[in-house]
């Protein structure tokens, strides 16, 4: 761990200054060295061997503590300490100074470098101590008498000034990407030069004074008519003068040279001009007076924060550009959705809302025409109807741009006609010379005087406009509150939904289904449920229409199909498993050419056969058939998979299609299971059952709560059933209880008969 350094090797960098030569040379701060050690001769000899010492140019002061408290005073009190010789009898765990600690943190000096005396050669000090505390040296006393003393104290200065280099570079470093954000929030070109000035100050640690910067146009400037952009000191009331009205401002030829040759340059006897731009583009140079050439690290930072702010200054003419954009759409020359929502809320604002009118009007079918004829024709198509709109609004009404094809209308509801304003397309306008017939539809909503954000009153027109598309294309449709109810309920669900999902509020349940005859356990139908946080269930023909609608019931319809055979797995491995397990299918699901695949991929990974899962699908499915769900349907039944038909007789089925179908099970919904035997209900259940015998499905009633209707089922032939009177839907702990108390009282039923 010890550094062994030679005198040959620091020659160049310690020399001895008798008190006389000090004198004649300027001041320089001074290495302060810390001697904390119990032994005076410790002392005696750092003084024999380093006072009067300059190490790289710089003398060596001594600092002497005699004991714990006397080292830990000068370590709070003396400010910058570059090297402690430390006594090792004052350092470690089991030491009652613990100065290397203390050093460390209650003093904070991490770029101090530590050298510990032992108290003779060959003792070695811990090597957890050296890396706990960055202990970088340590010595015997009688090496430190022997001449080992200066190499060692140079060599621990060495390290001090490369840590204290590195931290002055970090510090430095991080100054230039703050920077760059002070820059960036500067929009107007004066504040931005201002901004560069006081970073170049705070760079280089010194004040702000007698800086100027000066704006360059171009290449081959350096003609003093460089106008001024900001400047500080003396020169501080000269901005937007020329650079050759600036009285006694000596840093005018190196702005000239640095214009010139679109480069930094620095002064021979101090200052310097750096140069932020490229020869093709507009820069702007900053003096910076200092009294003496900067050194190599402070070159290089200035070199760094020059090219971050070169970047800088090249991106402003493009942000310039964002920002004109961001309020303007360049196809057709007019406001945007952005521009034209900020107007209306400054509308609602001033209170002048009332009397206003928002219009949104569209383009019918310019989808299909853009498609066909392509972008191109497309774009002239919405530059032709542009100028129109416009032409046929008054001085003063907005227009704007607010979606692919949308124009957006904001003025008094007495300048905005829209039934005119609808006919501007009359003539038709031509496109390349060849007219074109347009047509344009309309939803628009009156301001309220209460305060509404724009962005919602743009939503409440676009609703209108949406109702307007489908039910009076060509027309004007004003929008109402309820118009927007249903649409705003299902935007909420379904955003609620989608978090739903994230946060795994939805969840399974299985209601058993048995044999009537026997009342023995068939199956079971997983069933999707969805509890919010504060315990509210949403019913399910509220949120699968929705998911189904969105999408989401692809995803949705996947978990729950591999976590209903995860179930099933679960229950056969604990011996108790029906036969079989349903999860209900939507047209969606069934439509995705990856659904098959999925199914497989469910049933393989919870190491179950098809004949374990059924698949229920609605009637909406039956009687739209495609090929793609007959091959998989058909894929799935030759994979051992069960297909139901759930609700039977609430839709539209045909004869035609349950015979195409391949299927193996009708479900009697629950509309239909109810009593009397002679209600219209029972007796299409019971026609139900009579189709399934002669189709030979078995048939499923759903919706049992009582032993009579049971037994009107029964005997009507019903082959299968659920409901509450046989079992509610259960969470999986509830229906392993439930599997259990079942498997028991059957056992008991044996036992007792002498089976």
Not at 427 to 434: E, K, M, T
Not at 524 to 546: H, N
Request: proline share 5%; charged share 25%; net charge negative.
């Amino acid at each position: 761990m010890s550094i062994q350094v030679g005198y040959d090797d620091l020659a160049a960098d310690l020399e001895i200054l008798p008190p006389s030569a000090c004198a004649d040379r300027p001041p320089s701060p001074p290495w302060r060295v810390l001697v904390a050690d119990a032994d005076p001769e410790v002392h005696a000899t750092a003084r024999r061997m380093l006072e009067g010492l300059a190490l790289m140019g710089r003398p060596l002061a001594l600092l002497h503590a005699h004991d714990a408290e006397q080292a830990r005073a000068l370590l709070l009190g003396e400010g910058e300490l570059a090297v402690a010789l430390l006594d090792a009898g004052w350092a470690g765990s089991g030491a009652a100074p613990d100065l290397p600690d203390f050093i460390r943190r209650a003093a904070g000096l991490d770029n101090l470098r530590i050298v510990l005396r032992t108290a003779h050669a060959g003792h070695v000090p811990d090597q957890a101590l050296l890396l706990r505390h960055d202990i970088g040296d340590y010595r015997a006393k009688d090496e430190l008498e022997q001449g080992h003393l200066a190499p060692t104290v140079l060599a621990a200065i060495r390290s001090y000034e490369q840590r204290c280099s590195y931290e002055a570079s970090r510090r430095s470093l991080e100054r230039i990407v703050r920077s760059s954000a002070a820059l960036l929030a500067e929009h107007d070109l004066h504040s931005f030069a201002s901004e560069v000035i006081a970073q170049i100050a705070e760079l280089l640690g010194t004040w702000a004074w007698n800086m100027v910067c000066a704006l360059h146009g171009g290449a081959g400037g350096g003609d003093g008519r460089c106008p001024v952009l900001a400047a500080t000191g003396p020169f501080e009331g000269f901005v937007g003068h020329a650079l050759e009205s600036l009285p006694g401002f000596r840093g005018k030829p190196l702005l000239d040279r640095a214009v010139k040759f679109c480069q930094t340059v620095h002064g021979e006897e101090g200052g310097l001009a750096l140069y932020f731009g490229s020869p093709s583009e507009r820069g702007m140079a900053v003096f910076v007076d200092t009294p003496a050439p900067l050194g190599g690290l402070d070159r290089q930072l200035l070199d760094v924060f020059s090219a971050n702010v070169r970047t800088l200054l090249h991106n402003r003419d493009l942000l310039d550009r964002l920002r004109r954009f961001a309020y303007y759409d360049p196809l057709v020359r007019l406001p945007n959705r952005a521009h034209f929502v900020e107007k209306v809320d400054d509308c609602v604002r001033r209170g002048i809302a009332q009397d206003h009118v928002l219009a949104l009007i569209d383009i019918d079918d310019f989808s299909a025409a853009n498609d066909v004829m392509g972008h191109t024709f497309g774009d002239r198509l919405l530059e032709a109807v542009a100028r129109r709109l416009a032409d046929a609004l008054p001085p003063g009404v907005l227009l704007a741009r607010v979606g692919a094809d949308t124009f957006g209308v904001l003025g008094e509801a007495s300048r905005v006609a829209l039934p005119r304003l609808l006919q501007c397309m009359r003539p038709p306008p031509a496109v390349d010379g060849v007219p074109q017939k347009v047509s344009l539809t309309c939803g628009y909503v009156h301001l309220p005087s209460r305060a509404q954000a724009g962005a919602d009153l743009v939503k409440d027109a676009t609703i209108a406009l949406k109702r307007a598309k489908r039910d009076h294309r060509g027309q004007h449709l004003q929008y109402v509150d309820h118009m927007g109810t249903e649409a705003r309920d299902r935007a909420l669900l379904l955003s609620e939904l989608r978090a739903a999902i994230d946060d795994a509020q939805l969840f399974l349940v299985y209601q058993p289904q048995v044999r009537l005859d026997t009342g023995e356990l068939v199956g079971l139908e997983a069933l999707l449920r969805w509890r919010t946080r504060d315990g509210r269930f949403i019913p399910p023909d509220e949120f699968i229409p929705m998911a189904e609608h969105s999408g989401l019931i692809v995803p949705l319809g996947q978990w729950v199909l591999s976590t209903a055979c995860r179930t099933m797995r679960m229950l056969a491995d604990a011996g108790q498993a029906p036969a079989r397990i349903a999860v209900n299918v939507s047209v969606v699901q069934l439509q995705d050419p990856a659904f098959l695949d999925a199914v497989r991929a469910a049933l393989a990974a919870s190491g179950l056969q098809g004949r374990h899962l059924e698949l229920e699908i609605t009637e909406s499915v039956a009687v739209v058939p495609t090929q793609l769900l007959q091959q998989t349907l058909a894929a799935l039944r030759a994979d051992g998979v069960s297909i139901a038909i759930d609700d039977f007789g609430t839709g539209y089925s045909s004869l035609s299609y349950l015979e195409q179908l391949p299927l193996d099970r009708i479900k009697i919904d629950r509309s239909f299971v109810r009593r009397p035997t002679g209600a219209q209900g029972a007796r299409i259940a019971e026609m139900i059952v009579n189709l399934g015998q002669q189709l030979g499905l078995r048939v499923m009633a759903e919706g049992i709560e009582d032993d009579a209707a049971w037994n009107t089922l029964l005997r009507m032939g019903c082959d299968e059933g659920q409901g509450y009177h046989i079992a509610r839907p259960m969470d999986l702990p509830a229906l392993r209880v439930w599997l259990a108390e079942r498997a028991a009282a059957g056992q008991a039923a044996v036992e007792r008969s002498g089976g």
